[in-house]
């Protein structure tokens, strides 16, 4: 059995004003940097594999909660939100004809106008998980981990997610021969 560690990255300008960054590589803000600095890693975590998306906000966050630099895996980039990427979620909201749909009534095939599903997502991630081979530890997205939370919960986009994704906390899923199980606990970052 191997323990993957998922960590969502800090906040950045586009986080705080509401809109969809998706594959857009929109830096962390100071005020994370900041904050994360406070962080690190807790000990139990402290010598798995590191691994973070290619954006900068979540190999700013690696680095900054673990102290050293993560090893790139492309595979765990956001989701891609095609032409909304840099829209604000509330007003495609609020748009009838936009054609947004909340996270609840998505369904494994709901796709952005050019953009990615979630089943499209969870492609690009079989592989990876397949192939790792030590406990590690990966910052990523939101969409990303909804992704890996949903193959090991089997939650299908369908109705509330059974988890709520929060920041600078580990969620927790074990891989055993290509099965993923989530467990019931988050654990904290700790304060430096």
Known sequence: MIRLALLRHGHTAWNR????QGRSDIPLDDIARRDLSGFRLPDDFSTDDLVSSPLARATETAALVAGR????????????????????????????????????DWG????PP???????????????????????VAVC???????????????????????????NRLFVLEVDN?????????????QR
């Open 114 to 136: 050019g953009g990615e599903t979630p089943d499209s997502l969870r492609g690009r991630l079989q592989p990876w998980l397949d192939a790792l081979t030590r406990d590690t």
């Open 17 to 20: 004003e509401g809109r969809l």
């Open 108 to 111: 494994w095939h709901y796709c």
């Open 178 to 190: 290509g099965a993923l199980t989530l467990r019931p606990d988050t654990q904290r970052l700790e």
């Open 69 to 104: 630099a993560p090893h790139i895996e492309p595979c765990l980039i956001e989701m891609n939100w095609g032409d909304w990427e840099g829209c604000h979620g509330a007003d495609l909201s609020a748009d009838v004809n936009s054609g947004f749909r909340h996270i609840e």
């Open 141 to 167: 997205h939101i969409g990303t981990m909804r992704v890996l939370m949903a193959m090991a919960t089997g939650w299908d986009f369908a109705g509330p997610a059974p988890f709520r994704i929060k920041r």
